[in-house]
């Protein structure tokens, strides 16, 4: 177990925040067989995972299609408002981090090589799928291995890749949020490249917020799976937000963006439209 340090991004979140969200409840047979079709579905769409990484033509067109499709295996629907989505190489794609989720949501908008905790990469089966997709792993425990984290995501910038970073450090329910950390901020500037901010909320089908995708705490990964799968229908919501210039002073970016992606009204569902999977 790494030992704590007084810099590592903590959240407040408990389990009381995932009953603030919770779904509403259903009756047996629903949720049995709401559970049975979402399982089947999503384990026939798992082995393709891997196929994302070879590269062929049009393969961001297959990523988005793919975690479109992945998201509605799960009861997740998305859309999406805000700013055009521009096509532009080697962006630096920000946001706050609610759950695992976020990979499938971001994916389905704007998808890229993502910044993840080292520990994914061991993680059984999903480390190898973490590996061909070349996540870049960060040690949140050693300060000292940041410098080379930040190193290669600008190397990737300048390469024209995409790269999603969630500057919190760490997940929050989705409730409450943390402050963006200025240190991947750095790469977008070394770089020269700009800064995508994205908004992500999560909500039930009501409009009113939802912590069912959350993986915060000592939550693990088989529970944050069977809460989304047992709940009605969830709604990942992405705003785009304006494109940021990277400048030349990383907490200022870190603030613009920050400020970018903080709803007006917690728990309110923004309007937008629907993606088709």
Same mark, same amino acid.
């Given at each position: 177990?790494?030992?704590?340090?007084?810099?590592?991004?903590?959240?407040?979140?408990? +389990?009381?925040?995932?009953?603030?969200?919770?779904?509403?409840?259903?009756?047996?047979?629903?949720?049995?067989?709401?559970?049975?079709?979402?399982?089947?579905?999503? !384990?026939?769409?798992?082995?393709?995972?891997?196929?994302?990484? #070879?590269?062929?033509?049009? =393969?961001?067109?297959?990523?988005?299609?793919?975690?479109?499709?992945?998201?509605?295996?799960? /009861?997740?629907?998305?859309?999406?408002?805000?700013? $055009?989505?521009?096509?532009?190489?080697?962006?630096?794609?920000?946001?706050?981090?609610? &759950?695992?989720?976020?990979?499938?949501?971001?994916?389905? #908008?704007? $998808?890229?090589?993502?910044?993840?905790?080292?520990?994914?990469?061991?993680?059984?089966?999903?480390? #190898?799928?973490?590996?061909?997709?070349?996540?870049? %792993?960060?040690?949140?425990?050693?300060?000292? =291995?940041?410098?080379?984290?930040?190193?290669?995501?600008?190397?990737?910038?300048?390469?024209?890749?995409?790269?999603?970073?969630?500057?919190? /450090?760490?997940?929050?329910? /989705?409730?409450?949020?943390?402050?963006?950390?200025?240190? !991947?901020?750095?790469?977008?500037?070394?770089?020269? *490249?700009?800064?995508? %901010?994205? *908004?992500?909320?999560?909500?039930?089908? @009501?409009?009113?917020? &939802?912590?069912?995708?959350?993986?915060?705490?000592? @939550?693990?990964?088989?529970?944050?799976?069977?809460?989304?799968? #047992?709940? *009605? =229908?969830?709604?990942?919501?992405?705003?785009?937000?304006?494109?940021?210039?990277?400048?030349? @002073?990383?907490? +200022?970016?870190?603030? =613009?963006?920050?400020?970018?992606?903080?709803?007006?009204?917690?728990?309110?569902?923004?309007?937008?439209?629907?993606?088709?999977?």
């Amino acid at each position: 177990m790494p030992a704590e340090h007084a810099w590592l991004p903590r959240a407040s979140c408990t +389990e009381a925040c995932l009953r603030a969200g919770a779904a509403p409840g259903d009756r047996a047979a629903v949720i049995a067989a709401r559970v049975v079709l979402r399982a089947t579905l999503a !384990m026939v769409l798992l082995p393709a995972l891997p196929l994302l990484a #070879v590269p062929l033509p049009g =393969r961001s067109h297959l990523q988005r299609g793919y975690c479109r499709l992945m998201l509605r295996a799960l /009861g997740v629907r998305i859309t999406v408002s805000g700013g $055009p989505i521009r096509n532009l190489r080697g962006v630096l794609v920000v946001a706050g981090h609610v &759950s695992w989720v976020d990979i499938f949501t971001i994916g389905a #908008v704007l $998808p890229g090589s993502f910044v993840a905790k080292a520990e994914m990469v061991r993680w059984p089966a999903l480390g #190898v799928v973490a590996r061909l997709m070349k996540v870049i %792993p960060i040690e949140r425990s050693s300060l000292r =291995r940041l410098p080379a984290v930040v190193a290669t995501v600008a190397q990737r910038l300048r390469a024209g890749q995409t790269v999603v970073a969630f500057p919190e /450090g760490t997940t929050w329910c /989705g409730l409450g949020y943390g402050r963006f950390h200025p240190a !991947m901020f750095q790469a977008a500037i070394d770089a020269e *490249r700009p800064a995508q %901010p994205l *908004r992500l909320t999560y909500h039930h089908r @009501d409009g009113s917020a &939802s912590t069912v995708p959350a993986y915060i705490g000592e @939550d693990t990964l088989w529970a944050s799976l069977c809460r989304l799968v #047992v709940a *009605r =229908r969830t709604v990942a919501h992405v705003r785009v937000e304006s494109l940021q210039l990277p400048g030349a @002073d990383r907490r +200022e970016l870190a603030r =613009r963006c920050e400020t970018a992606v903080r709803p007006a009204v917690v728990g309110v569902a923004p309007v937008g439209h629907a993606l088709a999977a």
